[in-house]
């Protein structure tokens, strides 16, 4: 049976955006924007952004095991690696664009580690850890 939570969030824009909770299946899914969702991608093994291709809007961001995500790290705040490799040539320039602005940048933070003498950065990324989000786990 699936146990699921439904709460809204004020974005800092003042727009509404609402999240839903699955316990079971320990699923958050953030919607934006109720529209039809014409391209997925897998941010993460973790993380999914659904996006409108024509309108480079996201619609929602979901997290699988999201209670996992939460929580802390031995040595400080979890990063989890970016597929950023793995996305096709011609929606990089459009994840990226998105990651970097609102709403997306609300709840995810950009990094990079750059492993000893290597030139390439690793992109990754972490949760912010907003008091709505922290309360749906």
């Known amino acids: ?3 699921l939570e439904q709460q ?3 974005l800092s ?7 839903e909770y699955d316990r079971n299946g ?6 934006f924007r109720d529209a039809e969702t014409t391209c997925a991608v897998e941010l993460t093994e973790s993380i999914v952004l659904r996006f409108d291709w ?3 809007e996201p619609l929602s961001l979901s997290f699988l095991s999201f209670s996992n995500l939460q929580k802390p790290a031995e040595y400080g705040e979890p990063f989890f690696e970016l597929f950023a490799g ?8 459009k994840i990226w664009a998105m990651l970097r602005k609102q709403p997306l940048n609300e709840f995810l933070k950009l990094n990079s580690y750059v492993p000893a003498h ?13 008091p709505e989000l922290l ?3």
């Open 26 to 31: 320990d699923m958050l899914e953030i919607f």
């Open 86 to 93: 793995e996305w096709p040539e011609e929606v990089q320039e």
């Open 13 to 19: 824009t003042g727009n509404i955006a609402r999240y």
């Open 118 to 130: 290597t030139y390439r950065a690793i992109p990754m990324t972490s949760i912010k850890h907003t």
């Open 54 to 56: 024509e309108t480079n």
């Open 135 to 137: 309360r749906a786990a």
């Open 1 to 3: 049976m699936i146990e």
């Open 8 to 10: 809204e969030l004020r």
